[in-house]
């Protein structure tokens, strides 16, 4: 065997263990540690399998998950799909670009909680809040859409999902699922900053969906501004 070849086998075998290496260290990684990064949406689908990622995305659904279990993005459409479902879809994302103000930046913002080591599930907690400038919209405005009683309209609710599926596929695809285990409990805050129980809608009537998201490493306000330019 010649020298070139001994080269490029050695070069093969080194390739090969570092991938191994790498791929059994990122799987060893506690989940919440995994989790935290930038993130796209890909693809989502409902509980038939169909895929509706093009009517969560104006234009793009990205979150960023902090060490500081923060959550911040344009995410605000999917949980608002996720909460209230799709039979007054189009009507509602007509109002979409109005209420959330994505193209200056304006994000949503909420919490992820996940337990200590490698766990297959975890909480999270969408603030669902119109972030555009006054005059543009108002939460009140999609609540209405979907039929919410006049006497629990909120300006803020605070949906929260737990015991959702988390699971990876490699150390850039991230897979959740909200599905029969998946429980769901809504809030909003009084007048002292108290949180007390919104009933305004079923918390057991959410849509049971995946989604998978592709980790990235641009900054979110980037993936958000080409995003934005395509549109």
Request: include cysteine; hydrophobic fraction near 40%; proline fraction near 2%.
């Amino acid at each position: 065997m010649n020298l070139l070849k001994r080269l490029f086998i050695v070069a093969l075998s080194v390739a090969s263990f570092t991938s191994c290496d790498l791929n059994e260290l990122v799987a060893t990684k506690p989940t919440k540690q995994q989790m935290q990064g930038t993130w796209v949406l890909t693809k989502a689908t409902d509980s038939q399998g169909t895929d509706i990622t093009q009517k969560l995305s104006f234009p793009v659904t990205a979150i960023q998950l902090t060490d500081d279990n923060g959550m911040v993005g344009t995410m605000a459409p999917m949980f608002t799909y996720l909460v209230y479902g799709g039979s007054k879809w189009s009507e509602a994302a007509g109002k979409m670009d109005q209420l959330f103000d994505y193209v200056n930046m304006r994000f949503n913002t909420g919490e992820f909680f996940v337990a200590d080591g490698q766990v297959d599930n975890f909480t999270v907690e969408a603030k669902l809040q119109a972030t555009a400038i006054a005059g543009g919209g108002a939460l009140t405005d999609i609540l209405k859409i979907f039929g919410v009683n006049t006497s629990f309209l909120q300006q803020v609710i605070y949906h929260k999902f737990m015991n959702v599926a988390v699971f990876f596929d490699g150390k850039d695809t991230m897979i959740w699922e909200f599905d029969q285990q998946t429980d769901a409990v809504y809030n909003y805050k009084n007048s002292v900053g108290e949180m007390v129980p919104w009933t305004g809608w079923s918390t057991a009537s959410f849509q049971k969906c995946r989604f998978v998201f592709a980790r990235k490493t641009l900054k979110l306000e980037d993936i958000v501004r080409n995003a934005n330019q395509r549109y």
